[in-house]
């Protein structure tokens, strides 16, 4: 009886402990969410460069401007 109850509690275990095919959709979907994101900060990242770039060519032209 005890051997029955170990085997139907060890079985109960294992099959509760599959993944949910909902859950797995999920965590793609967050996955494929979280990609977007980290390629949207890269753009507006490398973006962001290009404007500091062109920033510092305008303090150097406004300067040259100034001592005129």
Do not use: H, V, Y
């Amino acid at each position: 009886m005890k051997k029955i109850l170990l085997l139907l509690g060890c079985a109960m275990f294992l099959f509760s402990c599959n993944m949910n095919p909902s859950k797995e959709a999920r965590i793609q979907k967050l996955e494929t969410e979280i990609q977007q994101a980290m390629d949207k900060i890269n753009q507006l990242e490398s973006s962001m460069q290009s404007l500091e770039g062109m920033n510092e060519d305008l303090k150097a032209k406004l300067l040259e401007l100034e001592s005129r």
